[in-house]
């Protein structure tokens, strides 16, 4: 009975940023290590951030130095702060949630969200 659902994705030029949301609803408690996923058409699915059990921040080469990822536990909401976006990071993006991080190691994702677009134009 968790839900989550982004927000936030636009359309805008290279070397620009955006902020991504994620509210998180129902039983907030049972969702744990929340992540970002993105995919771009015809490309694989990616892991682009996650807190992890110790509550530090993880994050996929591809990104590093350019995103960051946070949790504000009082509004149940995480983000996705992505700066310096280069074309290649476009593509739908989700957040996620597992109901042991121990499962996000191994590659399963338990809770979805429906997706938001960015798109990056150069």
């Known amino acids: 009975q968790v839900e989550l659902m982004e927000s936030g994705g636009s359309s805008v030029q290279a070397g620009e940023s955006l902020r991504l949301s994620c509210v998180i609803s129902?039983?907030?408690?049972?969702?744990?290590?929340p992540a970002w996923f993105r995919q771009a058409p015809g490309k694989e699915r990616e892991r682009v951030a996650f807190?992890?059990?110790?509550?530090?921040?993880s994050l996929s080469d591809s990104v590093k130095g350019r995103f960051t990822i946070s949790l504000d536990n009082a509004k149940n909401t995480l983000y996705l702060q992505m700066d310096m976006l280069k074309p290649e990071d476009s593509g739908a993006y989700y957040c996620?949630?597992?109901?042991?991080?121990?499962?996000?190691?191994?590659?399963?994702?338990?809770?979805w969200g429906q997706g938001t677009q960015v798109t990056v134009s150069s």
């Open positions: 807190i992890d059990s110790h509550r530090s921040v």
């Open positions: 996620a949630a597992v109901t042991d991080c121990y499962q996000l190691l191994r590659g399963v994702v338990h809770f």
């Open positions: 129902g039983d907030t408690d049972k969702a744990r290590c």
